[in-house]
Every structure is written in structure tokens, then in C-alpha cells.
């Protein structure tokens, strides 16, 4: 159940993400939305081993900011490979 929850809001946070970061990403919308998905995967896992506790409990504000920064840092990995 926690990665379907990191999937849906990595759809959102790969969208605003690509709006925040100065240098969409390369590829469009859709690989906006992969990244985004990617960075939510990851966020969620880095955040659950710095935190040591589950920070899936839905569709919250955690969830959302974490899964934004999470796809922030792929976008810039992304950018910064491609």
C-alpha cells in the first residue's frame, strides 16, 4: 500500500516539480512525470531510514513535501547526467 501512495503522489510532485526547478526536464511533461515518481519513490525511502519510522500514513502534507523534494533531487540528478 505505501508505494501506491508514493506512486499517485509522485504523479503531483513530478508536475510541480518540473514547474519549481529552474530547467524543466528534458523529455516534457511525462518525463516530468516519471521523475517525479522516481524522486517520490526515493524521498520516501530516504526519509524512512533518516527518520526510522513509516512517513506513508496517506495523502498528507508530509507525504506531498517529501515526495516534491524527493523529485527536486532527480530532476537536478536528471539535468545534471542529461
Do not use: C, H, Y
Amino acid at each position: 500500500m505505501n508505494i501506491i501512495v508514493w506512486i499517485v503522489v509522485g504523479l503531483i510532485a513530478g508536475v510541480v516539480a518540473n514547474f519549481i526547478f529552474p530547467e524543466p526536464a528534458q523529455g516534457g511533461i511525462i518525463a516530468a512525470i516519471l521523475l517525479g515518481i522516481v524522486g517520490a519513490v526515493v524521498g520516501g525511502f530516504v526519509t524512512g531510514l533518516v527518520l526510522k519510522r513509516d512517513t506513508t500514513t496517506g495523502l498528507n502534507i508530509e507525504t506531498i513535501i517529501v515526495s516534491i523534494l524527493g523529485a527536486l533531487l532527480v530532476l537536478f540528478l536528471w539535468n545534471l547526467i542529461f
